[in-house]
């Protein structure tokens, strides 16, 4: 998957619970994204950094929080607030075109 | 916002026929990609296209680009069993850094 590491792949979420998913990339791209994909669908973007300490809303991003300390790291979590987390999560760094890790997939219990 | 919009949904071809795969756009656009994924995998680039170019090929791949039109024709020659996958389309609209995905078209090779 192009040097980028998603993790874990499955996660399982209890109500009220806040949870993390990690994405790491060696590929010293400056830019990072994460993408929801629900079935049958396309990505829906959440947030997205374009440098370290900085990053932007997506189209979707109520319910979600990021931060980028590092240029590798770029974790998203999955706050309570969200109320429809089950989906596929998916995670980019891009120079002209994007590299995507092999998604986590998220479930509630 | 989805700006790309494949055409068909979901296609069906014998092996060594070729498949044509359409999106088309609203807005002005910097770029358009084209990208596969694999069932419950990750997506993987598979070809770009700049606004100021009309025909680009890879392989088995050749992708037009009609911006006059605002649309974009994906064409695998000689189809393979191995090519059953998702293919979506993406935007990057001018002066912007993302990304906009389409649905995508499920192309299923039958051996």
């Known amino acids: 998957d192009g040097g980028i590491t998603q993790s874990p792949k499955y996660l399982f979420r209890k109500e009220g619970q806040n949870v993390t998913l990690s994405c790491e990339q060696n590929l010293n791209h400056d830019a990072m994204y994460w993408y929801r994909q629900d079935p049958g669908q396309g990505l829906r973007l959440i947030y997205y950094?374009?440098?370290?300490?900085?990053?932007q809303k997506g189209d979707i991003a109520e319910g979600y929080s990021v931060s980028r300390e590092k240029k590798e790291s770029f974790p998203l979590t999955v706050t309570s607030a969200q109320k429809n987390p089950t989906a596929f999560y998916l995670c980019?760094?891009?120079?002209?075109?994007?590299?995507f890790g092999s998604g986590t997939q998220l479930s509630v219990l | 916002s989805q700006q790309g919009e494949e055409d068909p949904q979901a296609l069906s071809i014998q092996e060594g026929e070729n498949a044509t795969m359409n999106c088309s756009y609203k807005t002005s656009i910097n770029n358009l990609q084209w990208y596969r994924q694999n069932s419950g995998r990750g997506l993987v680039h598979l070809i770009l296209i700049r606004s100021n170019e009309r025909e680009k090929h890879s392989g088995r791949l050749r992708v037009t680009l009609d911006t006059s039109k605002k649309s974009s024709s994906l064409l695998i020659t000689a189809s393979r069993a191995a090519d059953t996958a998702s293919y979506f389309c993406a935007t990057v609209g001018a002066g912007s850094y993302q990304l906009t995905f389409g649905k995508g078209t499920k192309l299923s090779v039958i051996p």
């Open positions: 950094s374009q440098i370290v300490n900085d990053f």
């Open positions: 980019a760094s891009a120079d002209e075109k994007l590299f």
